[in-house]
Structure formats: structure tokens, C-alpha cells
């Protein structure tokens, strides 16, 4: 009989590794990823290098970055790229493969190699589909009513799941890949992923959960002295200025509800690998596509290279790497190198497209670059062992941080001259990562970035993302909007 190891990769959506207990925080609880992390390996230096979600899934899913996947900006009609993809390549090698939950490709109904994908795409009837979700919660007798809690998809309003807890998109992601586990193939290796959609708002943990943080007296968000800045860094501030500051408070309480509900749920994956005789040759990985500010320097979402929203989990579990249990490495890697990574741990040819270095390796890196965005609100990081450098070309500003000494990224460095000289190398590194457009921010090998002029406010009359009432499915509706 084969025994190939199995892989079991469970992906969240907008989590940072500063939100976790693995990451020091005192309210946060993941009890299960705190185990799997001490009895596991993990990587606190790990970067969504364009986090954002489809960019961060294309990187993740082909080993790419985003320079040769082609998406920095979140471009939702865009193919997979003409390569073998991680699923592909696991079903090339003589294993079985199966998604359940978010994969964020388009067309929705490509399975970019697995051999099967049980899909859910957060109400997207926009591109012609009605996900796996969406048609058994119609089948529990409620159609049409996944998101009659009124809360939208990138709003940090709250309130708890309206529906039966068994009908939660966390609970029907766990259960429908304990069904695939136990239906597996004995005679093959099986890769599964399991893609959760939240902790991403919408903010709707189960009652149960909330419960649990209700009278929990939450620190003030990290606030750094640079984060109250004219130019471009207001612009960026400016959605978290919408939410009082009792909103502010209730929507961290829910994410970390909906954080605790998701870590929960996975001891149900590991428990059915145990029932199925599979846990003592699986190799477990966790991951998140990005985080999410959730207020810290008065900031939400993503779509920037501060600790919250780019350092994201990674960790490795299981027999096969038990040799490594209770690591913590500290080298700078990324989504690319997970692709490598797994098949490296698996023995498993790796495809020559992929751009990513095996964590497994002893490669390391002396820079890793970052690129989310284009237009005014682009945004670039190089990062080495040390320190951060991200530069907004609008404006042309330029941010360092101390990485070692100041993690939370609260004073900024840039143009003081103790640091003009790791300032200088920064710069010369990021100069070298620019290709395209972005080169017009250079002037004779400097940077010069493009003017910024004040911008207008946008109106949004119409609640930019707000999903209704979806049925029947909706058609020539447009989620694009104010963030975009």
C-alpha cells in the first residue's frame, strides 16, 4: 500500500499572525493552532507578499509571485496562469485532491487541478455561479437567506449569525471535508485543502463564541506616532474613521469569536484524520492568505505591508516533521514557498515554473519584496533580517522600522540620520524589484514617486459590498466600489 504522506492545508482568510496567542496576543484564543504550533514548526517571518486575496491565492496555489502570476490589484476575471499548479501536481504524482471552501479563482468552477472542489464564494452570483453552499443551505429550507444578517463583506459592523449554528459557512466548510476524509481512497495519498472565509467580515460569529469575549476588556489598538500623518497615510486611515469607538471594540470581539470557532473546527478535521487511521502520516499546514488591521494604527482590511496585515501564520505539524517540533524559524518567507515546501516534506518532484524557496531548504533570503496595488494607493515593502522598508510612491513616502526592536511597528525611522545607511541599501534593494509602470518613480536611480494632491471623499450611496436579499440570484450587478 502507498505511504506517500497525506497534506492537509487549512488556509483562513484575513488573519495576521499579530492576532493569534503564537503571535503575542493576551485576548486572542486558538488553543488547537497553539498546540499544533508547539508540537509543530512554525515561521513568525512569513509575508503575504501581496496581501490581498486573489493575488495572495494565485502565489499560494502556483508557487509564483505576483510579477509573474500577473495580479497585484485583485483582478477577480482573471485565469490561473498556464502552469502546474499545487493540486495539479499532487494528482500528477498519484495522489487524490479535493478543496472545500474559499478558492477565489475565475471561473469560479475551475478546479485548478484538484479533483474536485466544493466551493464557496461569499454571494458572487455576479459571475454566473450559485456555490455549493449557497445550493445546501437552499436544501436546509433557507434560501436565499445567507446574508439576511445585513452585515457586508468589508464592513466591520457586527452582529451574531441569524440562522441555526449548524447552517455557519465555518461549520458546513468542517463538515463537508470530514465527509471527503472519510471517503478516501485507501490505496492513494490524498492532499486536502480546507479554505475557511472568515475571520474576513462579514463579522457574524455564532452566539456562542461571542459569548466568550463579551466581558473581555480589550488594550487600545497599537497606534504608532507616525499614524496620524497628512499625504497619503490619512487616506489610508480614513475607512477605520467611519466606526465609533464602542463599533470599534465590538467588531474585535466578534473576529476573535469567529477566529475561536474556526480553531474549534479544526480539531474536528484532526479528529476525523485519527478515526480514519490517517493522523500519524498527515502533514498539517496552516496558513492565512493576509490579516487584517483591525484598528491598530487606525487602520482595517488589508491591502498594506504593516505587521497586521502582512505577517501572516505559518505552520508546519505532523510525524513527518516531528524532528523539527517546537521550532520557531525565523527566515524570511512567503505564499510562493509553500507550494515547494509541501512537496519538498512529501518527496515530491517540484515543477520548474515555481519561483518560491523550500522552507525545508537551507536557502535564505536577504531581502523579500512585497507589491500590493497600482494608482494612488500602490504600496511597496522590501524587508531584510532587520528591518522594514515600505514606500508609497504617492507622495513619495518612504517608511522604516526597526524589526527587531520594535515589531509593533510604532515609531518610524525613516529619515533620521542614524539610519540614513540602512535607509540607502533599502531603497537600492526595492529599486530593483520595480518593473513596469512603477518605474516611472525613479529618477536617475532615486526615487522620486509621483505628486499627491488632496483627494475628494468618495460618496457611496450605496453601501459599497452590501450583499441583500439573494434570491433569486441577482444578475448585472456590480460589486466594484469605493475600495477598489
Given at each position: ?416 540620520p542614524e539610519y540614513a545607511a540602512i535607509q540607502e541599501r533599502l531603497e537600492k534593494a526595492l529599486i530593483t524589484h520595480l518593473y513596469g509602470n512603477d518605474q516611472m518613480w525613479l529618477k536617475d536611480g532615486k526615487l522620486i514617486g509621483e505628486p499627491f494632491a488632496e483627494g475628494k471623499a468618495k460618496l457611496d450611496f450605496g453601501l459599497y459590498n452590501q450583499r441583500g ?16
Amino acid at each position: 500500500m502507498n505511504q506517500k504522506t497525506n497534506v492537509l492545508m487549512i488556509s483562513v482568510d484575513e488573519l495576521g499572525r499579530n492576532h493569534m496567542e503564537i503571535g503575542g496576543d493576551k485576548v486572542s484564543m486558538m488553543p488547537t493552532l497553539r498546540y499544533l504550533a508547539e508540537h509543530g514548526k512554525q515561521f513568525d517571518n512569513c509575508y503575504s507578499e501581496c496581501p490581498v486575496c486573489i493575488p495572495a491565492r494565485r502565489s499560494l496555489m502556483t508557487g509564483l509571485t505576483p510579477k509573474t502570476h500577473g495580479d497585484r490589484i485583485y483582478n477577480d476575471t482573471l485565469p490561473m496562469p498556464q502552469v502546474t499548479t499545487l493540486a495539479q501536481t499532487f494528482r500528477d504524482q498519484g495522489y487524490q485532491t479535493y478543496s472545500v471552501g474559499k478558492l477565489h479563482v475565475y471561473p469560479q468552477r475551475d478546479r485548478i487541478g484538484f479533483d474536485d472542489a466544493y466551493i464557496i464564494e461569499e454571494g458572487r452570483y455576479e459571475f454566473g455561479e450559485v456555490d455549493d453552499y449557497q445550493r445546501w443551505l437552499g436544501e436546509q429550507g433557507f434560501v436565499g437567506q445567507e446574508f439576511m444578517h445585513g452585515m457586508g463583506n468589508n464592513i466591520y459592523y457586527t452582529r451574531p449569525w441569524h440562522l441555526p449554528d449548524y447552517t455557519h459557512p465555518t461549520n458546513w466548510t468542517t463538515q463537508k471535508m470530514c465527509e471527503i476524509i472519510k471517503r478516501k481512497d485507501p490505496t492513494r495519498p490524498a492532499f486536502y485543502y480546507v479554505s475557511y472565509q472568515f475571520p474576513h467580515p462579514p463579522l457574524v460569529p455564532l452566539q456562542c463564541y461571542l459569548d466568550q469575549f463579551q466581558n473581555e476588556k480589550l488594550p487600545e489598538p497599537l497606534c504608532g506616532d507616525w499614524a496620524s500623518s497628512d499625504g497619503i497615510i490619512k487616506e489610508m486611515v480614513s475607512n477605520s474613521k467611519e466606526y465609533t469607538v464602542k463599533e470599534q471594540e465590538q467588531a474585535r470581539k466578534a473576529y476573535y469569536a469567529q477566529c475561536l470557532h474556526i480553531d474549534h473546527q479544526i480539531r474536528l478535521l484532526i479528529g476525523t484524520l485519527r478515526e480514519s487511521n490517517l493522523i500519524d502520516n498527515t502533514l498539517i499546514v496552516f496558513l492565512s492568505d493576509h490579516g487584517d488591521m483591525l484598528f491598530d494604527h487606525n487602520m482595517v482590511a488589508k491591502r498594506s505591508f504593516y505587521e497586521a496585515s502582512a505577517n501572516i501564520p505559518m505552520i508546519l505539524s505532523g510525524p513527518v516533521i516531528s524532528g523539527q517540533a517546537g521550532q520557531i524559524d525565523h527566515r524570511l518567507c512567503c505564499l510562493a514557498d509553500v507550494m515547494p515546501t509541501i512537496l519538498d516534506i512529501c518527496g515530491l518532484d517540484v515543477p520548474e515554473t515555481v519561483e518560491g524557496i523550500s522552507m525545508e531548504s537551507d536557502h535564505t533570503r536577504e531581502y523579500l519584496y512585497g507589491e500590493v496595488g497600482e494608482g494612488r494607493k500602490a504600496t511597496r515593502m522590501i524587508r531584510d533580517e532587520d528591518y522594514k522598508l515600505i514606500y508609497y510612491p504617492c507622495g513619495n513616502v518612504i517608511q522604516l522600522f526597526d524589526m527587531r526592536n520594535d515589531r509593533d511597528e510604532l515609531h518610524d525611522c525613516a529619515n533620521q540620520p542614524e539610519y540614513a545607511a540602512i535607509q540607502e541599501r533599502l531603497e537600492k534593494a526595492l529599486i530593483t524589484h520595480l518593473y513596469g509602470n512603477d518605474q516611472m518613480w525613479l529618477k536617475d536611480g532615486k526615487l522620486i514617486g509621483e505628486p499627491f494632491a488632496e483627494g475628494k471623499a468618495k460618496l457611496d450611496f450605496g453601501l459599497y459590498n452590501q450583499r441583500g436579499y439573494h434570491w433569486p440570484t441577482p444578475e448585472g450587478y456590480s460589486n466594484l466600489g469605493k475600495n477598489v
